[in-house]
């Protein structure tokens, strides 16, 4: 990794762990699949008490909290998942960069190709575990702490737009 790669990835790392971004986030957050029609939904995230929520069109609400464990609901139903903090619905994923699956652990669906720093912005490219040919990359967002966007052949995920709640 070059001196260049390293800084970023330093970067990145110290701006995704600094408590100035542990706080309430709420954001509106558009996924493309490559088949299928957008779908496009609000997220919060509260980083102090570790809860979060995707309301989708529909008014399709997936959640997280430490007393209901991860749950949907939808038409006044509501479905629990079990309670793994970090089982999140992919758009919430964007609030948690460095728990994102692509940092190259044996469980990670990528690992590290290469970073590059822009200034505002750090662009990490990524390669599939199981294959070269498939590749993906993210735009983190050095302000806000988070994934702006992940990109991938089969979807793309944007933060369209972002406003931040108390400081924690």
Same mark, same amino acid.
């Given at each position: 990794? #070059?001196? =260049? #790669?390293? /800084? @970023?990835?330093? &970067?990145?790392? $110290?701006?995704?762990?600094?408590?100035?971004?542990?706080?309430?986030?709420?954001?509106?957050?558009?996924?493309?699949?490559?088949? =299928?029609?957008?779908?496009?939904?609000?997220? @919060?995230? +509260?980083?102090?008490?570790?809860?979060?929520?995707?309301? @989708? #069109?529909?008014?399709?609400?997936?959640?997280?909290?430490?007393?209901? !464990?991860?749950?949907?609901?939808?038409?006044?139903?509501?479905?629990? !998942? !079990?309670?793994?903090?970090?089982?999140?619905? *992919? %758009?919430?994923?964007?609030?948690?960069?460095?728990?994102?699956?692509?940092?190259? @652990?044996?469980?990670?669906?990528?690992?590290? /190709?290469?970073? *590059?720093?822009?200034?505002?912005?750090?662009?990490?490219?990524?390669? +599939?575990?199981?294959?070269?040919?498939?590749? $993906?990359? %993210?735009?983190?967002?050095?302000?806000?702490?988070?994934?702006?966007?992940? &990109?991938?052949?089969?979807?793309?995920?944007?933060?369209? /737009?972002?406003?931040? !709640?108390?400081?924690?």
């Amino acid at each position: 990794m #070059s001196e =260049g #790669s390293f /800084e @970023a990835l330093r &970067s990145l790392m $110290a701006a995704a762990r600094s408590s100035r971004h542990h706080r309430e986030f709420s954001a509106v957050v558009e996924i493309v699949e490559a088949e =299928g029609k957008p779908e496009k939904g609000k997220v @919060a995230v +509260d980083h102090q008490s570790g809860s979060w929520e995707f309301v @989708a #069109s529909g008014n399709r609400k997936f959640f997280y909290t430490r007393e209901e !464990g991860n749950c949907f609901r939808h038409r006044g139903q509501t479905e629990r !998942g !079990g309670n793994d903090p970090f089982k999140r619905h *992919r %758009a919430v994923e964007l609030f948690f960069p460095l728990e994102m699956p692509i940092w190259g @652990a044996e469980w990670d669906l990528y690992r590290l /190709e290469s970073i *590059r720093d822009y200034g505002d912005v750090i662009r990490v490219d990524l390669v +599939d575990q199981e294959s070269e040919d498939i590749t $993906a990359h %993210a735009i983190f967002d050095k302000e806000a702490g988070i994934f702006i966007e992940f &990109s991938a052949y089969w979807e793309k995920r944007t933060v369209t /737009e972002l406003l931040y !709640g108390p400081q924690r």
